[in-house]
């Protein structure tokens, strides 16, 4: 059988007010103890679960609670460790104050319907009547050494009182059933007469006794359900068709609904469970959660309409998305859930998707996702807009920049150049930089020729730049020798070394603008080259152009004949 929590009555201590509670006439509102901040304490919330709001102060342990028949007054066990003046079975107003201390001790109390008394466990076994003034406390069930009777309760005309009471069966098991008697307490009788364990009576308005008994079975496993009774016991039946825990009933206070806590939303727990709180119609119709974070909710009691307005939006969840950059846009997968039912089944399952829409080349550390709106089934709709973000979305590549060497560059053989180029990303970040020499490092200008100087780049999530790709040409700087009598030049590099050679030939390409084929300069012993013009070409002025082996860039030089 599964457990059901037990209640030590001085073990609550409770954090800081955010402020006092605002409660208006005629407005639904339910007290429970709860472990919400890791200890037990007592709390005021809306009948839909919004405005949950701590009574006491911080330091404060306290008991099951329960309301005056106005909905003014609460009365509760109470121990302020800081003053004993206003410690014991204590009256306060709704906003806590005003507290006044009508008795030493003692809990699980019921107000009278005329508002006059009040019924509680003044001691382990003991149920103790005492006036709401505090006059007149009177012990009306004494339970000697062995008895135990717990959890009173009036009846809607004042005139009895049902309670707890542990009976020994002839099967020799001692198992707790639910007993009435009169207001001063003669006839005390069993009325659930089950061999189950029956629990916390709570006599509603309409006259019923609503109570939880572990009289279910699943799974070989007893779990508690709420039943109502008539008062006399006869019509015995649970409430609500679904097979899952309920424990602690409370009625509403026109006797439409009923309070309740339960672990049904802790599947395979068996001991030291979470019971939240949870509301439903007297016929066990629309459960609604009203606490999510409590861990162990104990007691309810419940003032005003059974009539609960859902004021509250479906509740979403998504899951997926990137806490980083991403170089792709982000989705995400949403489920959606409401007690009352959702307008459109499919935002539960199979559930929605947000993504991200940044467009390709662009880069984006505040991406939102796209919205979708959620309603429930309420008169009139709850409804939400879903929308995700921010992600950091990187949809574009570095963007290299080479200033040296520029495209269709010419330098000399030999010539010191430097490289420069930069990699920069304003998203992820540059994850790489590569050129064949890094930025600042001297270009290949050791051989003629046509190079080609390529800069590659990716940043931190992949996205890889074009190639970055410049040409540049390197030559021979050429010397005139002599410019008479014929042309003598040399090649040199940056450096005016003396770089011609056999090896290297000199094409002549023109001569004053007319096309030349088949002409060469002759290579000298002396490392230099000689061309002398033809006859026809008479003597003064000329130029011509020519080219040196592997040289890609024509030279031009003007000599006088």
């Known amino acids: 059988m599964r457990r059901i929590p037990l209640m030590v009555l001085a073990a609550f201590a409770l954090a800081a007010m955010s402020g006092q509670i605002a409660f208006a006439a005629g407005h639904s509102k339910i007290a429970f103890l709860g472990y919400i901040d890791g200890y037990p304490r007592l709390f005021l919330v809306d009948a839909d679960g919004s405005n949950r709001t701590p009574f006491d102060p911080p330091g404060v342990q306290a008991g099951p609670a329960t309301w005056s028949p106005d909905g003014t007054k609460i009365v509760y066990g109470r121990n302020d460790p800081n003053d004993s003046a206003h410690s014991g079975m204590v009256i306060a107003a709704v906003d806590g104050s005003g507290i006044v201390r009508i008795g030493p001790g003692g809990g699980n109390p019921s107000w009278s319907p005329d508002g006059l008394r009040i019924v509680f466990n003044c001691g382990s076994r003991d149920i103790c009547v005492v006036g709401a003034d505090g006059n007149g406390l009177t012990t009306v069930l004494d339970g000697g050494v062995a008895d135990l009777n717990v959890y009173p309760s009036w009846s809607p005309d004042g005139t009895q009182i049902t309670y707890a009471h542990n009976v020994s069966f ?21 009325v659930s007469n089950s061999e189950s364990w029956d629990d916390y009576p709570r006599w509603g308005p309409d006259g019923r006794i609503a109570f939880m008994t572990a009289r279910e079975v699943v799974n070989g496993v007893g779990i508690y359900k709420v039943f109502v009774m008539d008062g006399d016991g006869s019509n015995q039946h649970a409430i609500a068709s679904e097979r899952m825990s309920e424990y602690y009933p409370a009625w509403s206070s026109d006797g439409s609904g009923i309070a309740f806590t339960s672990d049904r939303d802790a599947p395979g727990c068996d001991i030291d469970c979470k019971y939240e709180l949870y509301t439903m119609t007297a016929t066990g119709q629309n459960v609604t959660r009203l606490t999510f974070d409590a861990n162990l909710v104990l007691f309810p009691a419940w003032h005003g309409d059974g009539e609960v307005v859902d004021t509250r939006p ?43 829409s940044v467009p390709a080349g662009v880069e984006d550390s505040g991406a939102m996702t796209d919205s979708h709106q959620v309603c429930d089934l309420a008169t009139p709709p709850n409804c939400t807009t879903v929308q995700r973000g921010p992600f950091m979305v990187d949809r574009k590549a570095p963007t290299i920049s080479v200033t040296t060497p520029a495209n269709n560059a010419a330098f000399v053989l030999a010539q010191p150049v430097n490289a420069s180029y930069t990699c920069l990303d304003g998203g992820s970040g540059t994850a790489s930089c590569t050129g064949p020499v890094s930025s600042g490092s001297p270009i290949d200008t050791a051989s003629v020729g046509t190079k080609t100087f390529i800069v590659n780049a990716s940043d931190q999530v992949g996205n890889q730049s074009p190639q970055a790709s410049r040409s540049y040409t390197v030559s021979y700087a050429v010397t005139v020798v002599q410019a008479g009598g014929g042309l003598t030049v040399r090649l040199e590099d940056f450096n005016g070394v003396n770089r011609s050679s056999a090896s290297i030939v000199l094409t002549l390409q023109s001569i004053d603008g007319s096309s030349v084929t088949g002409q060469t300069f002759s290579f000298k012993n002396n490392n230099v080259y000689k061309y002398t013009p033809p006859h026809r070409f008479g003597r003064g002025p000329h130029t011509v152009v020519f080219v040196a082996t592997g040289d890609p860039v024509p030279h031009t030089v003007s000599f006088t004949n």
Do not use: E, K
């Open 314 to 356: 479906p509740t979403v969840q998504c899951s997926g998305g990137s806490t980083g950059w991403a170089n792709a846009n982000v989705t995400v997968a949403c489920t959606a859930s409401d007690p009352s039912g959702l307008a459109n089944p499919a935002d539960a399952a199979p559930g929605f998707q947000l993504s991200t």
């Open 170 to 190: 002839s099967s020799g098991l001692v198992l707790r059933q639910i007993y009435v008697m009169n207001a001063d307490g003669s006839s005390p009788h069993n």
